[in-house]
């Protein structure tokens, strides 16, 4: 499974694409392709993904990890906070 910005850097090779590219490409080609954030499987859509990212363009695969990376650890931390916050007021009330 590829996650997080190898899945955006997957997404670009797929395509045929090269460095650099914008967001507004990625977004208008791929708007609701699923980027898995991490290895529990949780995910959001491309666009949604760049919004959070407000990043322009990507100059090069390292600039994407650079810009991205921070933005999927932060997504996923909050999904999994979310889930054991749940759990907890669930079973513990």
Not at 15 to 35: D, H, Q
Not at 45 to 58: I, P, Q
Request: glycine share 6%; with cysteine.
């Amino acid at each position: 499974m590829t996650v997080g910005p190898d899945a955006v850097h997957e997404l670009i090779v797929e395509s045929g694409w090269s460095y650099p590219v914008s967001s507004r490409r990625l977004e208008r080609n791929m708007p609701l392709e699923n980027i898995t954030l991490d290895e529990d499987g949780n995910s959001m859509m491309l666009v949604e993904f760049l919004s959070e990212a407000d990043v322009e363009r990507f100059e090069s695969r390292e600039d994407l990890e650079r810009k991205l990376r921070p933005v999927c650890e932060a997504e996923s931390a909050a999904r999994q906070s979310s889930i054991v916050g749940r759990l907890k007021r669930t079973f513990l009330g």
